[in-house]
């Protein structure tokens, strides 16, 4: 199965980490927005989208290149690393897996755990979730990345 990865990782490389921790069950290639190749993507019968959490969205590099990519078919998956929970009501994910919805994607799932944070109000106090993602994250992000893998994709 081929996978690739866009994972926009800017403050303490937290996302990059997950990231590589799912690429290892996936087999995939992790590459940023700016390396990523839409034709590789077309190509793909997987292609996760991860970034950290800034202002309870996820990072505009990634957003701005999901928007940019040609409509489409195929497999998804969204992951996000954050200071705070996401909320249930309103997930940071939920417009990106919309977006990737309207251009063809078949999102498979979303993944987020908890990350070291520094935003303003938090840097005051040395930031939050200092040692996150732990061992515990690392295991859970591999563990959704074998049950996309293990998932059969639509029938082409």
Do not use: Y
């Amino acid at each position: 199965m081929k996978t690739v990865i866009v994972c926009a990782s800017v403050s303490h490389g937290n996302t990059r980490r997950v990231a590589d921790s799912m690429a290892q069950v996936l087999g995939a290639r992790v590459v940023t927005p700016e390396q990523a190749d839409p034709a590789e993507l077309a190509c793909a019968d997987l292609v996760g989208f991860g970034s950290g959490v800034f202002h309870s969205r996820l990072h505009p590099r990634l957003t701005d290149f999901a928007r940019a990519l040609p409509a489409g078919r195929g497999r998804a998956f969204v992951f996000a690393t954050s200071g705070l929970p996401e909320f249930p009501l309103l997930p940071f994910t939920r417009p990106l897996v919309r977006l990737l919805e309207d251009k063809g994607f078949e999102v498979d799932g979303c993944f987020s755990c908890r990350a070291f944070d520094t935003w303003a109000p938090f840097k005051l106090l040395g930031g939050i979730n200092k040692r996150r993602p732990d061992a515990g994250d690392l295991a859970a992000a591999r563990a959704f990345a074998g049950q996309l893998r293990d998932r059969r994709g639509p029938a082409s």
